[in-house]
Nanobody, 117 residues
């Protein structure tokens, strides 16, 4: 069982930055793929970025060039550095862990990011 706790969300002005963190506890194998998704009101949940234990990253087009995902395997923590934030980035950001042998990923409870002047 893996438990995920996100932190770092908040209110920021357009053009500002935030850094999200997600700490995983429990049985966290190193092969897990960790990632961030987001869900805005009235919209479907969408991928933001993922990272493998080896550091291979994948970004949604909306995140490329502005967001950076990173991971500390010793701390079982994944980060999302978000720069040049836009109002359309406003959403609940959720941490996600996928294991190769498990059909359903683990999800965190989410952290609210609001970009507004």
């Amino acid at each position: 069982q893996v438990q995920l706790v996100e932190s770092g969300g908040g209110l920021v002005q357009p053009g500002g930055s935030l850094r999200l963190s997600c700490a995983a506890s429990g049985s966290m194998p190193s092969v897990a793929v960790m990632g961030w998704y987001r869900q805005a009101p009235g919209k479907e949940r969408e991928l933001v970025a993922t990272i493998t234990s080896g550091g291979t990253t994948n970004y949604a087009d909306s995140a490329k060039g502005r967001f950076t995902i990173s991971r500390d395997n010793f701390k079982n923590t994944v980060y999302l550095q978000m720069n040049s934030l836009k109002p359309e980035d406003t959403a609940v950001y959720l941490c996600n862990v996928k294991l190769p042998w498990r059909t359903n990923p683990y999800w965190g409870q989410g952290t609210q990011v609001t970009v507004s002047s």
